[in-house]
């Protein structure tokens, strides 16, 4: 049972992607991501040489109840490591049967879908595109552009996250720069199972 609570606003700084007030900022730098992007040895070399911020999260925690939603701005930086564009770690929920919005605000990019049958989506993103993860679809999103990646989400508050499995598998295709445009290619980490 969902407890009684005052409604609220919170403001959305549409130009940083920041939300304010926020309870729950997290950052994510490429040593949180060891494993996750291809070219081992370029991970190394750029935490050595200090270890860039990838992306940043701003949640509006409420309680992880059910009933209740939780809104979201993730940030995401441009570059790469080797050839692979910056994405977020990417996650199943736990409670797979959740479904989850994105809409891009600025910058674009892609995001990548997979079901555990193995059933894959690329669906670019830029301002205004409005995208619907049904329940069961693993995501991520990938900055392909030349600025900051900014979206908004909504998701159930005890929707839970999965990392572990993408941590391992990735997704069946990656998001790298071939001849300085962003091309799917296919995971070779699946390709060696
Ligand atoms: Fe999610």
Redesign the pocket.
Known sequence: MVGLMAPFTIELDFKRGVLHPCNNIIQRHLSDMRGTYLDEAATEEAIEGGDPLLYEVYQYDVPFENGQLLVVTSIIQPGKVGDEYYMTKG?F?EKEETA?VYVGLRGRGYLLLETRGGEFKALPVEPGTVTY?PPYWA?RMVNTGQEEFIFFGV?PAD?G?NYGEIEVRGFSKVVVERDGQPTLVPNPKREER
Do not use: G
Request: cysteine-free; aromatic content about 12%; hydrophobic content about 25%.
């Open positions: 996650h929920h989850e993860i995501h998701y929707a996250h």
